[in-house]
């Protein structure tokens, strides 16, 4: 394989997480990869935005609406994905981890299109989990992923721009009408969390996937859509991934980000301690055999983002020494 681009969300917490979050973590491979590489500057993009640059678009909504068979057309496509809004004394918390079954949904959207329908706005549920928002006007505004709010106040996460006050009451509409609806009521029956609140984000109108890479990977579910969607091979592991015809590839990998958002330091820690044995040596190793020529690791986080750049003539640099990974806390 000629490059890899890496992406590990949340790989480096703040500065004012725990002093002692890394310590006993032993990584020889993942500490080499940093020093050797050459650090360069990165523009702060979250996860989304990464793997939409890597498929050549600005919007996850349309591109993600395509993944899971739908015909998009030209409008304008919002993902509107089902949450739970948790009331914790003076802050709504935002909890998107909430299953919905196939019935729940289709019975939510039919109702939201019939209070909706005038306002010229389709909701579709394409799969339990992810459901879309159509509409006949464009929203011009910006609006914060899921997993950048996942356990924090949505309030700092509304949507920002110059239509956003009316996708805001549009939100607030949409929070009056699940709040009371049968398919809430018979959940929190069963002891369920309800599904009170839709997730707006991702919005767009639709553009030609043109994906920089040939193969992409990983566990974030997102790039397996955008694989899906731009047909491009998506590898079932990393070792397939490097075993195969690919040139350009991209791997994603969501676990620390996904213990981060949880606020869960002992998974995060694990789950760094697993990206050492599970990716960061095959791909070191990979460079040193010449199985793959080059790597480009971004390292996105909330507010900050760090590049590095390693090729296999930089793995020989010996004297770029190794520092323990809270030396690259942000």
Known sequence: MDHLHLVIPDLLPPRAAPQNICHGLKLPYLTALLARGRQMDAPVLSLEE????????????????????????????????????QLQQSQVILQPDVQCNAEESASLCADLNRHFAPDGLTF??????????????????????????????????????EDALRWQRLSNEIQMLLHSHPVNQAREERGLHPINSLWLWGGGNPAPLRAEVDVAGGDDGLSALFARAAAVSFADSLDGMLSGNGRKGLWVAGTPSAAWQRADLYAWRDAVAGLEREVVQPLWQAIRQGRLRGLTLDVPSQDAAKRFVLSRADSWKLWRRRSPLKAYLK
Not at 61 to 82: K, M, N, S, T
Not at 148 to 155: E, L, N, P, S
């Open 50 to 85: 990464i793997v939409c640059g890597r498929f050549g678009v600005d919007a996850v909504a349309p591109a993600r609406a395509v993944a899971d068979g739908l015909a998009v057309g030209d409008e304008y496509w919002l993902c509107a994905d089902p949450v739970w809004l």
């Open 124 to 161: 579709v549920a394409a799969d339990p989990q992810r459901w879309y928002i159509r509409s006949s006007a464009a929203g011009r505004m910006s609006m914060t992923p899921p997993r950048a709010v996942a356990g924090r106040d949505v309030k700092p996460h509304q949507p920002q721009g």
